[in-house]
């Protein structure tokens, strides 16, 4: 079972645009979402992250927006650049259970057209 | 940060071979993981330990076995490689200083590329 929905799978954006990518959660113990951005041939890197108690967290382009009572969260980036394409990572994280294991969407590759 | 080094990078072998793939971080920190990552898919879960002489399956069933005889080390082994074992592995481990672990952030090695002809 999946336990983290995101979409779309793949996204093409001009530069300069915005760039969006959702996900959606069940699980009401989750309670860190992060980002995480990959490049070819590298592993995962932490890009921002958000508590469940905050609405929105912006870090420069970046911006995640959260939807307690919908479970949803989303990846806004503004200004989108060549040099932000990459695939895209949602994740959550139970920070409370002994192991605190992350469960991560199936991700979102993301092409920035100059 | 958490300094995490997975070696080899990419690792092309036959059928039937003994494989070990390495991770090591320089934290000190009790917790590591390991993910598969295929193409188009989430990260799975394969295995994960609390510490020296901890180790316990994810969620992905693996054939692959770990070991963690010191904290700095959690390596990977395949016994029999076969071409279903081709992915990609990811080793992590929390972010923060040990005995402070956030779990909710990972810090990822740059991964181990597997392809079993």
């Known amino acids: 079972q999946q336990q983290v929905k995101q979409s779309p799978q793949s996204l093409i954006v001009q530069k300069g645009g915005i760039s969006i990518i959702n996900c959606a959660y069940e699980?009401?113990?989750?309670?860190?979402f992060p980002w995480y951005q990959q490049f070819p041939g590298k592993g995962p890197a932490l890009l921002i992250a958000?508590?469940?108690?905050?609405s929105e967290k912006k870090e420069g382009r970046f911006t995640i927006s959260f939807n307690k009572s919908a479970k949803q969260f989303s990846l806004h980036i503004m200004d989108s650049q060549p040099g932000d394409s990459a695939t895209y990572f949602c994740?959550?994280?139970?920070?409370?259970?002994?192991?605190?294991?992350?469960?991560f969407g199936r991700g979102t590759q993301l092409t920035v057209w100059p | 940060e958490a300094d995490i080094y997975q070696t080899p990078r990419y690792l092309v072998i036959g059928t039937g071979k003994k494989i070990t793939l390495e991770c090591s971080q320089t934290m000190g920190h009790d917790k590591m993981y390991w993910y598969q990552q295929d193409p188009g898919m989430e990260l799975h879960l394969i295995h994960y330990s609390y510490g020296v002489n901890s180790t316990e399956k994810g969620d992905l069933s693996s054939e692959s076995t770990v070991s963690r005889i010191r904290t700095e080390h959690f390596p990977l082994t395949l016994e029999s490689a076969r071409p279903s074992h081709t992915s990609q592995y990811l080793c992590a481990s929390p972010a923060g200083t040990s005995g402070r672990e956030n779990t909710g952030e990972l810090f990822f090695g740059e991964g181990s590329r597997l392809t079993v002809l």
């Open positions: 958000i508590r469940p108690d905050v």
């Open positions: 699980n009401t113990a989750f309670d860190y």
């Open positions: 994740a959550a994280s139970d920070r409370g259970s002994t192991l605190g294991r992350l469960y």
